[in-house]
């Protein structure tokens, strides 16, 4: 009896044991299958946050036929004038070669594989913020595109702008790397929108009125004033003036670029519109709007 009893646990075991590797191989089957799902998840996710980030205005040329994150687009300042690069994976002319953490680092620290500094031309100051979550899906997405073998444009910069070791100093005086973190005293939608303004859409990026340094003014933040080296205005997004509009009429704008006296957005802002703020959910775009009406307001700049 005690054999049998043996024989029937090792029985038991045996069959148990069976069951497992079973379990677990359709585990691992199902794992697989799945896995490519779950990283489209994630690269899905990721093309709504590049078009939250208003990332195709920078990194492709402005042309008929041009290839989407190819890189090309000229950029002028008073600095010179900027060329946004290839960001597709291709292993020479794109990223293809890069880590993960070689595009968080450049995203959160401004600093390129090799240990250069970028130009705060590439608007890291704002992209500081985007969460680690958010990087994961972005990175997700720029691994899918095309690989393109359309070579990044060297910068074409006035003396001595061109040297990256001086961005050292304006990162010391004018760059606070880190995540977004929490507005205390406001709602969950005035944070949502204040992280869609201040990180991936970086409206501060030409919003903000800027000093002979390309440094913002802080005190100016989102008031607009004269674009550096030009007679042109950049408008004031604070209450001032966005008080004349109703909530209607704000997302008119950010959807279609018309105004309510009848006129419609031009130039960068137009394109703003096209590939940004049109493609944003109805649940963002109000966070957009109810963070830019709980911001103080800030008189415009004298003419």
Known sequence: MAGLSFLVDTGLVRNNVQQMVRSTSFA?????WLAPAWAQGEAQRGEYLVKAGGCLGCHTEDKKG?????????????FGTFYGPNITPHPQAGI???????FVRAMRHGVRPDGANYFPAFPYPSFTNISDN??????AYLRTLPPSPQASKAH?????FGF????????????????FMNISGVTETVNR?????????????????????????????LAGGREPGSDKRIPNITPTRLKQWSDAELKEFFLTGATPDGDAASGAMDEVIRNTTSQLTPGDLAALIAYLRALPPIADEPK
């Open 134 to 139: 958010d990087l994961r899906d972005i990175w």
């Open 96 to 102: 293809g070669r890069w880590a993960e953490s070689d």
């Open 193 to 221: 929108g204040a992280y869609l303004v201040q990180a991936l859409g970086h409206c501060s990026e030409c919003h903000t009125a800027r000093n002979f340094l390309g440094g913002p003014k802080k005190d100016r933040f």
């Open 156 to 160: 074409d910069l006035k003396f001595p």
């Open 66 to 78: 041009a290839v989407t994150f190819a890189g090309g687009r000229a950029l002028k300042t008073p």
């Open 28 to 32: 691992l089957v199902l794992g697989i």
């Open 164 to 179: 990256r070791f001086i961005i050292t100093i304006w990162k010391w005086l004018f760059f606070t790397p880190g995540p």
